[in-house]
């Protein structure tokens, strides 16, 4: 039985769990929900069936693998990461997973307080300026090495990347003063 993803219709949080799915060749079917225009963005798509799913704390992302429900991205990623023999092999490498997760979810958070703020356009180039800094430290901490951890390579991602059921954009949700598009 194929596991079940639900996610706006965008990427988003779903983006990290979409290419560990694809990666692991895991089938999976996608419940998206679409958000209304604005003024009010109706949401009742997921409001609908919000609180029907049995999820302990109802959210998006879910993720349903048989008798296992699960909210919150990083929990759902860990859960794959677990289930996959993905969270890394030896004790460094698991503790680079653990720092990468939350420095990511760090650096994602960054971009999406700027991205959904109504200054956007005053906070963008402070953000901007501030970018390299933050993308230097992932390349220290890259190092040499091919990957973050392990040396796993990724050519189901690009698969995927090319493939019709990719979402490239937009990144967030329409209420967002920049959606990525």
């Known amino acids: 039985m194929p596991m079940t993803l639900g996610y706006w219709d965008i990427r988003g949080l779903a983006h990290a769990i979409r290419?560990?799915?694809?990666?692991?060749?895991?089938?999976?079917?996608?419940?998206?929900?679409?958000?209304?225009?604005?003024p009010d963005y109706d949401r009742s798509q997921w409001l609908n069936e919000k609180f029907k799913l049995g999820l302990d704390f109802p959210n998006l992302p879910y993720l349903i693998d048989g008798t296992h429900k699960l909210t919150q991205s990083n929990a759902i990623l860990r859960y794959l990461g677990r289930k996959y023999n993905l969270c890394g092999?030896?004790?460094?490498?698991?503790?680079?997973?653990?720092?990468?997760?939350?420095?990511?979810?760090?650096?994602r958070l960054?971009?999406?307080?700027v991205c959904y703020s109504p200054d956007f356009e005053k906070l963008k180039p402070d953000?901007?300026?501030?970018?390299?800094?933050?993308?230097?430290?992932?390349?220290?901490?890259?190092?040499?090495?091919?990957?973050?951890?392990?040396?796993?390579?990724?050519?189901?991602?690009a698969a995927y990347m090319k493939s019709s059921?990719?979402?490239?954009?937009?990144i967030y949700l329409k209420l967002a003063t920049w959606t990525g598009k």
């Open 19 to 38: 290419l560990l799915l694809e990666y692991t060749d895991t089938s999976y079917e996608e419940k998206i929900y679409t958000m209304g225009d604005a």
């Open 89 to 107: 092999e030896t004790e460094e490498e698991k503790i680079r997973v653990d720092i990468l997760e939350n420095q990511v979810m760090d650096t």
């Open 110 to 113: 960054q971009l999406a307080v």
């Open 127 to 157: 953000y901007l300026k501030g970018l390299p800094d933050k993308l230097t430290l992932y390349s220290q901490f890259l190092g040499k090495r091919p990957w973050f951890a392990g040396d796993k390579g990724l050519p189901k991602i």
């Open 165 to 170: 059921h990719f979402i490239r954009v937009p």
